[in-house]
Each structure stands twice: as structure tokens, then as C-alpha cells.
């Protein structure tokens, strides 16, 4: 077990990484489509023409905005870095691999927490009214980085090809963004539906956002957010664990 | 205690499946030593330097850097690593890149400012500092893949081929960085193909091949230690034929080199002197004529050969 001194010598190294993972990553194509443009474009494609409320668009805008963005970052530096061959060059410096998942998983975190404040001030602008804003402020932080988390779970398979991880993960994405109450409140789905939506982080936060903002949700708060911490510990657990069996293979 | 020692190497084994990439190899550097680990492509060599960095984990035996387990973060620390391709980030400038690697080996900002303007300058990259990296050439990119080793001023410094592929200039000018780093006390182990390059700077070299070490010794001591290996160098002034020079009295094999013969004798001296008689029988002129003692080629040949003989 690390002791204190060398834990937030870590830490800062991981800040160091997430830095440079801002500065190269963030402006890269496959981020911008797959983390920007096409949740928006995919939310419109399935809102415009229906009779919606905004107090019920925006919570679903929102999940499908930060779900996006936040897990557009992290799948692809470690492929693309073991690609460009800069992983090797970080794997030689003195930081541990949690250091650098950590390193990329605050940058997907950032990326997804900074740009779910375009839904959130454009729903201010046309009116919305955020109920209780220290509860809807921790689950956006604790989304974005269950969400960054997962993101860096899709690049354990040791593959270098950022296309082949951005696949993988879109396999996952779109079905879970279709059973998460985004489209179709909770309580407007079948058992079964329900029973499936669980299994989805993605509907925990989007649970409490439409608490925040409808002043209704479908689960207590209190669940939504141990489910938020829960799913974020064992994306963590895992990214951990299975990076430091597949890294050193990418090499 | 490893005292004096900076790499210690004891049966160090890798694995890719079936293939045995290093086969429990063993060796010592010592502390201020100019290493070169030399062996053809595919020999196992930067299988062994990512071991030995800690990039990929050994299947068996241990490796020590300065008494820290290879791999370890203090062994890290104190250690440089130039890999075999230049990788420094393309989309941030050279500048930014020292940067980087600074705050990765938790060094001072101001101090990180100062080492890299005077490494920048020292290896000719200063005034292309703010370029991105993506525009540099390849001997650029590899001197600043030096600059970024350096950036900690490791005790200890592992190169990967450093000047494989590069300009006359680029390579001259890494070669004198390192040997000026080595005068200063650092130990350097480096990885190349080049027999002329490890002749010129290394004070012990080992030899592997097939994942297995052939030989650990001065360059010097390899040469001297290949016997029947001398040869004599000649041209002369018009054709000749190669099995007659073959059929001179202690000629052991013949190669053409460009307008010059080398022929390869236990005698030099005996086959002088034959020589002059065969250029005289045969109305020829000698040119030119120099005895060789066996190269650091001939005897990494001799040796590499010997061993897939012996298997």
C-alpha cells in the first residue's frame, strides 16, 4: 500500500496528465462527433415534432449530453497513445498506470462536466427552475465521473486502434442511452423495461435530474445516488485491475 | 550489496507465447559505465531495455537500478529512457513537451525552465522550441527525445538505438551529448546494431542473440579474443581471380570489398609476404595493403555464429 507522500505525488502526476490529455485530446475529430455532435443530433432526431415539455426535454438533453461527452475522452487516449507510441514514453516515467487511467478519466470528466453546462444554461434561458441545485450539482459531478470511469472499461481490450474502441463502446452507449429514461420516463415502462433500465448508470442521474428540474423522480435520491457511486467504484475497480494486465501488451 | 553497481541483471526471462524472446540472461553495469548491448534485429534487445525500464514485466528473474527493483517508481525516478521511435507528444511543441516529462518526474518549475533552455540549446533545438513537435524532422525528434530523457538528470540513461535511420549531423551530435554525459559520471547503457557506434563509445559490450547472451567484455578483449579472424586488406592494379587468391598459402576465406580484397589468415605477416610474391609472379601491382586485426563486426559474427553452431 502507497504511503501519503507517494499518494498525492501520484495525484499530482495525474493532474499533469490530464492536462496534456486536455490540450491533445479534447479538439481531436472522433471526440467532437461521437462526444458532442452526435448526442445532440441523436436527442433531436427523437424530440423534434412531439408535443414535450422543456421541463422534460432538458433532463434527457442533459443525461444524453453528459453520457456522451463524458465517455467520448477516455476511451481513446490509451489506444491512440499506444498508437502514437507516447504510452510507452509514459509507462517509462515514474507513475503507476492507476495514475494514468486517473490522468484520463479527470480529463473525460471535465470534458463531460464542462459541456452538460450548455443544456443546463440553455434550460435556464427557456425557463426551467433547478429545485435543489446542491443535489443536482453533485449528481452532474458524480455522473460525469461514473461516465469517465466507463469510458476507460471500453479501452481495456488491447487494441491501438482508436476506431476499433470507439466501436466497442458504441455498442454499448447507444442501447444504454434507449433504456435509461431518456425518451421514455421510468414509470412509463414495462416491469421488464424497468428491471433493464437498473442495470443503466444512466438512469440514476437521469432520475435525479428529473427531480431537480420536474420535481419529480421515479427512485429515492438517496438510491440514485449510492447506484452513481456504486456503478463509479466498480468501473474504477475494474479499469484498474484489468489496464495494468492488458497495457504492458499494447507495447 | 550492489555497491558500485547500477544495473543488475540476473536471469532475466520474457516470453511472447511460444517464443522465448530473452532466455535467462545475467549481466552487471557498473556505475559510470558506457554499456552497449548489442545484437542483430530481433535479438531480444529492446525486449530487454523494456524490462529493464519497466515498460513490460519479466516472466522470471529480477533486474535492479541503483539497488531499486526495475520497474519500481523509485527505480524509474532515477533513471532516462530513450526508446527505439521518437515519441514526444506531436500536438504540443517541443517546449511543452519538456514540460510535461518535468512535471512527470516532479521536478521544479523554474528548474524545469533552466534545464530545458540549456538542453535545448546544448542539442541545437532552442530557436524551434515553440514549434509543434509534429513539424520537426526525424533527427529533431530524436534529439528531443534525448532532451526529454535528460529533463531529471537520471543517474542512469537507457537508449534504444538513438541514432538508427538518422542524419550524419543528428547522429554525431547525440553521440556527443552521450559521451560528454558519461564523462560527467553517468551510466550509460545503450541498445544498437551498429559495431562501429559500440566500438566508438562503450567501455564493455554484451552480445545477444536469440534472446541469449554470447558475450560481456571491452570491445577490445572481444576483438583479441576472435583467433583466425586477422586479415589483410589489398588492391591491386588490375583483375584478378578470386580462386587463385584463395589458393595463396594461409588464406583462409576471400571477400571482395568495393576495388579491394580482404583476405582473411591466421598469419598476416606469412601472407604479406605471399602476397608480394603472387603479385610479383603474376605481373600485378599492389596498390595498397593493410593488416587488420578482427573488428568488433568480425567478432560479434564469429561469436553470434559460434553459438547457432553450438545449438
Not at chain 1, 435525479?208 to 449510492?226: E, F, K, M, N, T
Not at chain 2, 517508481?73 to 518535468?102: C, F, H, I, R
Not at chain 2, 559490450?205 to 572481444?222: C, Q, S
Request: glycine fraction near 8%.
Amino acid at each position: 500500500m502507497p504511503d501519503i507522500a507517494t499518494i498525492l505525488q501520484q495525484a499530482r502526476r495525474s493532474l499533469a496528465i490530464a492536462r496534456k490529455d486536455m490540450r491533445i485530446y479534447y479538439a481531436k475529430g472522433p471526440v467532437i462527433i461521437f462526444g458532442v455532435l452526435f448526442p445532440v443530433f441523436l436527442f433531436l432526431s427523437f424530440t423534434i415534432g412531439r408535443q414535450l415539455s422543456i421541463d422534460f426535454m432538458i433532463p434527457g438533453l442533459l443525461g444524453m449530453i453528459l453520457f456522451f461527452t463524458a465517455t467520448s475522452v477516455s476511451p481513446i487516449v490509451i489506444p491512440w497513445e499506444a498508437q502514437a507510441r507516447t504510452l510507452e514514453r509514459l509507462m517509462s516515467c515514474p507513475v503507476r498506470i492507476e495514475t494514468i487511467i486517473v490522468g484520463d478519466i479527470l480529463a473525460s470528466f471535465a470534458f463531460g462536466a464542462g459541456i452538460s453546462l450548455v443544456p443546463i444554461i440553455l434550460g435556464l434561458f427557456l425557463g426551467i427552475t433547478i429545485s435543489s441545485p446542491f443535489i443536482f450539482a453533485l449528481a452532474v459531478i458524480l455522473a460525469a465521473l461514473c461516465f469517465a470511469s466507463l469510458g476507460t472499461v471500453f479501452s481495456i481490450p488491447p487494441t491501438n486502434m482508436p476506431s476499433t474502441v470507439n466501436m466497442i463502446a458504441s455498442v454499448v452507449k447507444f442501447p444504454v442511452v434507449f433504456i435509461s429514461g431518456i425518451f421514455i420516463p421510468l414509470n412509463e415502462l414495462p416491469a421488464w423495461g424497468q428491471a433493464v433500465a437498473y442495470i443503466s448508470p444512466l438512469t440514476y442521474f437521469t432520475d435525479i435530474a428529473r427531480y431537480s428540474i420536474q420535481g419529480q423522480g421515479h427512485l429515492p435520491i438517496a438510491v440514485d445516488i449510492l447506484a452513481l457511486l456504486g456503478f463509479t467504484t466498480l468501473f474504477l475497480a475494474a479499469a484498474m485491475k484489468l489496464h495494468q494486465r492488458t497495457m504492458p501488451r499494447r507495447i | 550489496m550492489n555497491n558500485g553497481i547500477a544495473i543488475q541483471v540476473v536471469n532475466l526471462t520474457k516470453h511472447y507465447g511460444e517464443l522465448l524472446a530473452v532466455d535467462h540472461i545475467g549481466f552487471t553495469v557498473r556505475k559510470g559505465e558506457f554499456f552497449g548491448f548489442l545484437g542483430p534485429n530481433g535479438a531480444g534487445k529492446t525486449t530487454t531495455l523494456r524490462m529493464l525500464t519497466g515498460v513490460i514485466r519479466a516472466d522470471e528473474g529480477i533486474a535492479s537500478i541503483l539497488e531499486y527493483k526495475a520497474g519500481s517508481l523509485k527505480a524509474k525516478q532515477v533513471t532516462g529512457v530513450v526508446p527505439e521511435m521518437a515519441n514526444a507528444y506531436g500536438d504540443l511543441s517541443g517546449w511543452d513537451n519538456l514540460m510535461l516529462m518535468a512535471e512527470l518526474y516532479g521536478i521544479p518549475a523554474s528548474l524545469a525552465r533552466e534545464r530545458s533552455t540549456s538542453l535545448m540549446q546544448e542539442i541545437g533545438l532552442y530557436h524551434r522550441k515553440d514549434s509543434l513537435v509534429k513539424t520537426y524532422s526525424k533527427g529533431m525528434k530524436q534529439r528531443l527525445t534525448l532532451c526529454l530523457a535528460l529533463i531529471s538528470d537520471p543517474e542512469v540513461l537507457f537508449l534504444d538505438e538513438p541514432t538508427s535511420g538518422l542524419d550524419v549531423q543528428s547522429a554525431r551530435m547525440i553521440k556527443d551529448m552521450l559521451q560528454g554525459l558519461n564523462a560527467r559520471g553517468k551510466t550509460i547503457f545503450l541498445t544498437t546494431h551498429d559495431m562501429e557506434e559500440a566500438n566508438q563509445l562503450c567501455d564493455r559490450v554484451a552480445i545477444i542473440n536469440e534472446g541469449k547472451l554470447v558475450a560481456v567484455d571491452a570491445p577490445e578483449k572481444l576483438r583479441m579474443a576472435v583467433s583466425g579472424m586477422h586479415s589483410v586488406e589489398v588492391s591491386f592494379d588490375n583483375i584478378v581471380n578470386p580462386q587463385a587468391l584463395a589458393n595463396i598459402p594461409g588464406v583462409n576465406t576471400v571477400k571482395k570489398l568495393g576495388d579491394k580484397w580482404r583476405l582473411y589468415t591466421t598469419d598476416p605477416g606469412e601472407l604479406v609476404a605471399s602476397l608480394t610474391n603472387y603479385s610479383t609472379s603474376n605481373g600485378l601491382k599492389i596498390i595498397s595493403l593493410n593488416t587488420l586485426s578482427p573488428s568488433l563486426e568480425d567478432a560479434f559474427m564469429a561469436l553470434t555464429e559460434k553459438r547457432e553452431k553450438d545449438a
